[in-house]
């Protein structure tokens, strides 16, 4: 069962935090600078806590963020090819399917910085549905994004919910009506 748990977590905005996320799909939400990115991060641990711990499973947790100029200069095919050998159950079958559904196949060969906003979200979005981790972190996945692309990866967050040992964890502003969700965190 892949379930992430955050035992007295505390750092910045968050105190004392004790939850558990289940397999599925679960939601975090909350206003701006409530620290919903900031979990994500000390899930992933690419950042430490001041108290507490996190408990991750076996499979481990995915979690990236492109926005960083250090990625500008790499390319979508660079990008996705170096995730895909940090992560051994990639599925490249899926990455295909999703690449082509989110029209991104044409910017395999582009570099970071020369795609727009929402493109780049995308390429973050695809490695991320992909990797095959146990769990996944997703931070704001729809933001600048068209509403094809969003209905794309609500359906495959639909699908995900039901999924019995893989985790999706969202971040994001507020919590669709839309998606069957194991849990939701509210940091407001």
């Not at 600048?144 to 995900?160: G, H, M, N």
Request: glycine residues 6%; aromatic residues 6%; proline residues 5%.
């Amino acid at each position: 069962m892949a379930t992430i748990e955050a035992q007295s977590l505390t750092h910045g905005p968050i105190h004392n935090l004790s939850f558990t996320w289940p397999a599925g799909v679960s939601w975090v939400c909350g206003d701006e600078g409530t620290g919903k990115t900031l979990l994500l991060r000390l899930l992933a641990g690419d950042v430490q806590p001041t108290a507490g711990q996190v408990v991750v499973p076996k499979g481990g947790v995915f979690w990236v963020d492109l926005q960083d100029a250090a990625h500008d200069n790499s390319t979508v095919q660079a990008c996705w090819d170096a995730l895909r050998a940090r992560w051994p159950h990639w599925n490249d079958a899926l990455l295909q399917d999703l690449a082509h559904a989110l029209d991104m196949n044409q910017h395999r060969e582009k570099r970071l910085n020369m795609l727009s906003t929402g493109s780049r979200r995308k390429v973050m979005v695809l490695a991320a549905l992909a990797s095959g981790a146990a769990v996944t972190l997703l931070d704001q996945p729809f933001a600048a994004l068209d509403w094809v692309s969003i209905r794309q990866i609500k359906d495959f967050l639909q699908e995900a919910a039901e999924h019995p040992s893989r985790a999706w964890i969202v971040a994001d502003f507020e919590v669709p009506h839309d998606l069957p969700l194991a849990s939701v965190l509210n940091l407001d």
